[in-house]
């Protein structure tokens, strides 16, 4: 079931009103509904994956409660291992291992060695690295002692699926998300009214930003020898545009419904393209992966506090780590490599930290030197993006020196350029509204608080409108659910 | 919780209202689609050709310059399976039916479309294609789309507007870009107008030509194709109908940009499948060259359906 989906749209409303008016007497109950509800909403997808989610939930119920109780350090460490090889395997044998397999053949053939590994006809869980990634850091959690095991099933069982959350975050951590679980949730107007403003702007983000980008830059990157540099510059940016609108919509929308059932999330993006640095874009896009990672990842590895060669180490290792997460290709763990790249001289230097708040608080427009900045990062995003979309490395190549070529000067021609057009301005409009907003959690947030109301339900009804009229017949999933 | 669901429903409240008129509008608006099949039932006792196929068909085969009493039942994006289920569902309403002709272009049988079409194909013909049973019920969100909902109110007003100033007919479905606002339907049958240069540009030919080449790569839908194919023949044997199984002209200019290699590797599969059949193949894709007989590179406009029509008639004697 996806959130753009009609489908949707009937069943939070179901979900919503049981919750409030049928299990509000109890916690228990309201817990028992959600998971209910999340189990149900990801059997949408396909029944049987159903089972491996549940499986997963279960180990790390009962290896946590393990560690908890064991008497011994070995004890301990054997409950940890067991669920980190398990949930790691789950995710290598679903996600890596047709990678794995292929990359040896082609190795080993370009030695003159022929092999045919046998390889899995199976098709990726749903949301599997998210809920992978859930379990991860509540075991890690319990091992290192910052916190107790979850003794409640229901309660850990909806921590892991909550189905806002459930197939593409934010990832959430146990510390954050049990306790609101564990609490008694009474209905908060203002909570619920953000909340569906959140799922408006979300949709926005999706429908008519992602969605109308999206159809230009497949044009684009399908067969990028048909055209001109400048077209091809042209296709790189609705993509970046797609991909910002395609999962910060689907983290608008995930933030928004939990909202609705009195349960915050974990924000995951504060207007990353107008980063300053790449360190300054990576505490801006996907925030719960990021530091996942430098929780999980790069401060046991010994964080920056080995001097300078091991911090270089550490952030090659988890941009490369992190490249690796989002899918098994060579063009995610060149994404990755670049961003590592990108971000190597502000980790030399010590400027990684410089750009902490947002530009140009309190203020209107940015100074020279900031807007330089943030037009430099972008661009460099908009080269890392590329490679997260083409289909393969040499792909990639192939698009950039088609964009680096004498064709980049020439007026991009191609099919549907009214439509295009149309988009742009589309995204001028979506870029006008998050930076003027910028300071909020998201755009939408207080938009219109002071207007009459009637013309603030006027501009809502017009944000609705543009989505009814970019919707589609068929479903668009969301770039992020591959992963 | 309450003032939440209250103001909640007021705010959604012009929302429910239009979609519950639209819901009401598109149940009842006329439609292409509803506009050939009510045709057909209302000739069905004088039919005796049976034109189907996709737009090439659709805008090309004008049946009244065929000698026999025909009816143009192909459309835009028509897939052979609808074709099929088309012919199926109609053909013992017919019962004068003698010769089909179905047009098998070049993408033809790459071709099934699991789009909105199949919406629209159930709604008014009541042609099943397995479509979602929320699809079935919610026209304006699913079926059509707001967007496409939208677009047919805006053309009825533009039409009940203009029929006010003016005494002349008007199409009372909305057409595709093309098809003239005043124009008849005959048969089934409504013709391009004109010829639009633009079409004809060299870039907007090879992405015309690009889609097509991209669907003949789609080698799991020929062997599904071939099978409806195979069933529509049989059905059509069994009645005892003679089939003509054509390939509709297309520009010079598009037809350098196709793969000719593939085309007639699936003419060689034609005509080893008809022989079984009560059928002839004909190929009438290099036939007309002059670009005024078109409206765009692989459509025939009125003039080239004229001629065209005149050609297949001689052919199905």
Wanted: hydrophobic share 45%; net charge positive; glycine share 6%.
């Amino acid at each position: 079931m996806l959130f753009n989906s009609i489908n949707f749209f009937i069943f939070l409303p179901i979900v919503f009103l049981l919750y409030w008016f049928v299990t509000n007497k109890k916690l228990v109950f309201q817990n028992g509904l959600l998971l209910v509800s999340s189990f149900f909403f990801y059997a949408c997808w396909d029944w049987r994956f159903l089972f491996l989610l549940m499986f997963s939930i279960l180990l790390d119920y009962i290896t946590g409660i393990k560690m908890g109780d064991a008497k011994s350090k070995p004890e301990k460490k054997f409950w940890f291992w067991l669920s980190i090889i398990v949930n790691v395997g789950f995710l290598g044998v679903f996600k890596y291992y047709n990678f794995f397999a292929e990359s040896l053949a082609e190795s080993l053939s370009a030695i003159g060695l022929q092999t045919n590994f046998w390889t899995l006809k199976v098709i990726l869980p749903v949301g599997i690295s998210f809920y992978t990634f859930h379990g991860l850091s509540y075991v890690i959690d319990i091992y290192y002692d910052r916190i107790k095991p979850e003794k409640n099933f229901i309660d850990y069982a909806v921590f892991v699926s909550f189905f806002p959350l459930l197939v593409a975050g934010p990832i959430e951590r146990a510390t954050h998300l049990l306790p609101q679980i564990k609490k008694e949730r009474k209905f908060d107007y203002n909570q619920a009214v953000v909340g569906l403003r959140q799922i408006l702007w979300g949709l926005f983000k999706k429908v008519v930003i992602a969605d109308s980008c999206a159809h230009f830059a497949n044009m684009f990157f399908d067969d990028p020898t048909q055209y001109s540099g400048s077209a091809l510059v042209l296709g790189a940016l609705f993509f970046t545009f797609q991909i910002y609108g395609d999962f910060s919509g689907y983290s608008d929308i995930a933030l928004g419904t939990a909202k609705l059932f009195g349960i915050d999330l974990l924000r995951n993006f504060a207007f990353p393209y107008f980063s300053r640095d790449i360190a300054e874009f990576w505490r801006r896009w996907h925030i719960s992966l990021s530091s996942w990672f430098k929780d999980y990842l790069y401060i046991p590895l010994g964080g920056s506090k080995g001097g300078l060669w091991m911090k270089v180490r550490n952030t090659f290792i988890i941009f490369l780590v992190s490249g690796f997460w989002h899918g098994a290709n060579w063009t995610f763990i060149v994404w990755g490599l670049l961003n590592a790249i990108y971000i190597m001289p502000s980790i030399i230097f010590n400027t990684n930290r410089n750009n902490i708040e947002i530009v140009a608080k309190g203020k209107l427009f940015p100074t020279f030197s900031e807007l330089f900045s943030i037009v430099i990062t972008f661009g460099l995003t908009v080269i890392a993006w590329i490679f997260f979309r083409a289909k393969s490395v040499s792909d990639a190549l192939l698009y950039l020196k088609g964009i680096f070529s004498t064709s980049l000067f020439k007026v991009p021609v191609f099919i549907g350029r009214t439509d295009a057009i149309v988009t742009i301005i589309l995204v001028l409009f979506f870029l006008v509204m998050e930076w003027r907003w910028r300071e909020q959690q998201f755009a939408l947030e207080t938009i219109g608080i002071n207007w009459k109301r009637p013309l603030r339900w006027a501009f809502y009804s017009g944000l609705i409108c543009l989505i009814l009229m970019y919707m589609h017949t068929e479903e668009t999933p969301f770039i992020y659910f591959q992963f | 919780m309450k003032k939440f669901l209250i103001k909640l429903f007021i705010f959604l409240s012009p929302f429910i209202l239009v979609s519950i008129f639209f819901e009401i509008y598109l149940r009842t608006v006329n439609t292409h689609y509803k506009e050939k099949i009510n045709g057909l039932y209302k000739n069905k006792d004088k039919v005796e050709v049976l034109i189907l196929g996709n737009s090439h068909a659709n805008y090309g085969i004008n049946p009244a310059y065929i000698s026999m009493e025909s009816y143009n039942m192909a459309m835009v994006n028509q897939p052979l399976l609808h074709d099929y289920l088309i012919l199926e569902k109609v053909i013992n309403s017919l019962p004068n039916l003698k010769k089909a002709i179905i047009s098998i272009d070049y993408h033809t049988l790459y071709f099934s479309d699991d789009g909105i079409r199949n919406n629209w194909v159930y709604y008014d013909y009541g042609i099943d294609t397995n479509i979602e049973y929320a699809t079935k019920l919610s026209r304006f969100w699913l079926g059509y789309t707001p967007k496409v909902a939208f677009s047919m109110l805006k053309y009825d007003i533009k039409r009940s507007i203009y029929n006010l100033k003016n005494e002349k007919p008007t199409l009372n479905f909305k057409a595709e870009n093309g098809v003239s606002f005043t124009d008849t339907i005959h048969n089934g049958w409504l013709g391009y107008t004109g010829t639009n240069p633009k079409k004809f540009n060299d870039n907007v030919v090879k992405s015309r030509a690009d889609v097509f080449n991209q669907n003949i790569t789609r080698k799991d839908e020929r062997v599904k194709n071939l099978k409806v194919f195979k069933s529509m023949l049989e059905l059509l044997k069994k009645k005892n109908i003679k089939t003509y199984v054509i390939t509709m002209p297309c520009h010079p200019k598009f037809r350098a940009m196709i793969d000719e290699n593939v085309r007639q590797k699936d003419i060689f599969e034609i005509e080893k499948i008809i022989k079984d059949y009560n059928a002839v193949y004909i190929d009438f894709f290099d036939n007309i060259n002059q670009q005024k007989l078109y409206y765009d590179c692989d459509h025939l406009n009125k003039q080239g359906a004229v001629i065209f029509s005149n050609l297949l008639n001689i052919s199905i004697q």
